[in-house]
């Protein structure tokens, strides 16, 4: 059993940057634990962003975000975080911050993660 709470969202200019945490509370070891991003936009579904392994040796991106955001943990404070930047428009949405105890396989996807946290906004002007 995991709870997940995200921080760090708010509004930012397009070019801009945010750095988003998932603080983790659980009374198993953080390390167990796989951990992803996902954000959704309105009228939209949720959809993958970025994946970290437990010990945080492999990530995995969607393609729409390659190159301008970094996933990252640190266990012994069992948060994960993601670091935006680069912003678009298009970025807009609520990010939640999801945890399993299974490998994902393939691209990552919601239902492979059984916790989840209520998410944080995510707005991005043009």
């Known amino acids: 059993q995991v709870q997940l709470e995200e921080s760090g969202g708010g509004l930012v200019q397009a070019g801009g940057s945010l750095r988003l945490s998932c603080a983790a509370s659980?009374?198993?070891?953080?390390?167990?634990?796989?951990m992803g991003w996902f954000r959704q936009a309105p009228g939209k579904e949720r959809e993958f962003v970025a994946a970290?392994?437990?010990?945080?040796?492999?990530?995995q991106y969607a393609d729409s975000v390659k190159a301008r955001f970094i996933i990252s943990r640190d266990n012994a404070k069992k948060t994960v975080y993601l670091q935006m930047n680069s912003l678009k428009p298009e970025d807009t949405g609520v990010y939640s911050c999801?945890?399993?105890?299974?490998?994902?396989?393939?691209?990552?996807?919601?239902?492979?993660?059984?916790?989840w946290g209520q998410g944080t906004q995510v707005t991005v002007s043009s």
């Open positions: 999801a945890a399993t105890g299974s490998r994902p396989y393939g691209t990552p996807s919601v239902n492979q993660y059984n916790y």
């Open positions: 659980t009374r198993t070891f953080f390390s167990y634990y796989f």
């Open positions: 970290i392994s437990s010990g945080g040796g492999t990530t």
